[in-house]
């Protein structure tokens, strides 16, 4: 509950201080390629490439062209693999943990300038909506790792992922004429994915979050 405080807190304060001014919101489109991984989950571990698409706003804070909270919905794909350079032809090097959620990110975001053409940065929390879970592949040694299998000998170790999971984002990007941007933002999550797996890897009672770079590019409609 107080990982959730952070970000809650910072958009809060966003809006309690600063002017927003809803009726000049813009609207957008955005997709992009996202590199995914989950700390302390499984073993073997490795990256996921997999894509992000959305809609966005863009909604002025203040009186100057400079600063605008950002709301996203989003298909975002996350998750990881067991591709793990060390484990490579071994079991579960083969593995797919995919994750796929309806995803919400809301942004603080400040142009460096009031130039119709600058760089900007981002930052807020992200919140996420399980609304798709598969895994391929999950090794011999540790079936229970598919979210389908349960182990009459560990009834309450799972693979299955949260419904829901929270973390904290930043990026930075370039804007064309406040109409076309690429952005790069890095998600840190703050929840626990896989609440079954707790002692996964063996020996270890490590929270494990998910963590996600992307780079999308966006289309601001005028």
């Known amino acids: 509950m107080k990982k959730i405080l952070l970000p809650s807190a910072l958009l809060l304060s966003v809006m309690s201080f600063a002017q927003i001014d809803f009726s000049s919101t813009r609207f957008g489109v955005s997709a992009g390629g996202n590199l995914s991984a989950v700390k302390n989950a499984h073993n073997p571990s490795g990256r996921r490439l997999t894509a992000q698409a959305g809609f966005l706003a863009l909604i002025p804070v203040g009186s100057t062209n400079q600063f605008f909270l950002q709301p996203e919905i989003q298909y975002f794909g996350a998750g990881e693999t067991g591709k793990d350079k060390d484990f490579k032809g071994k079991d579960g090097y083969d593995a797919v943990y995919a994750n796929n959620y309806l995803s919400v990110p809301i942004s603080f975001k400040a ?15 992200r919140f996420n909506f399980l609304i798709d879970q598969r ?15 349960t182990l009459t000998s560990l009834p309450n170790v799972n693979g299955k992922a ?26 840190f999550g703050l929840s ?31």
Do not use: C, H, M, W
């Open 111 to 125: 142009y460096f300038s009031e130039a119709e053409s600058e760089f900007f940065g981002l930052i807020g929390p």
């Open 135 to 149: 895994t391929k592949n999950a090794p011999v040694s540790r079936p229970y790792y598919d979210p389908d299998v």
């Open 162 to 187: 949260n419904s829901f999971n929270f973390g904290i984002g930043f990026g930075v990007g370039y804007s064309y004429k406040r109409q076309l941007e690429i952005a790069a933002r890095y998600d």
């Open 192 to 222: 626990n994915t896989y609440p079954g797996l707790d002692y996964e890897p063996q020996g270890t009672t490590k929270n494990k979050s998910e963590q996600v770079l992307s780079v999308s590019l966006s289309y601001i409609f005028r």
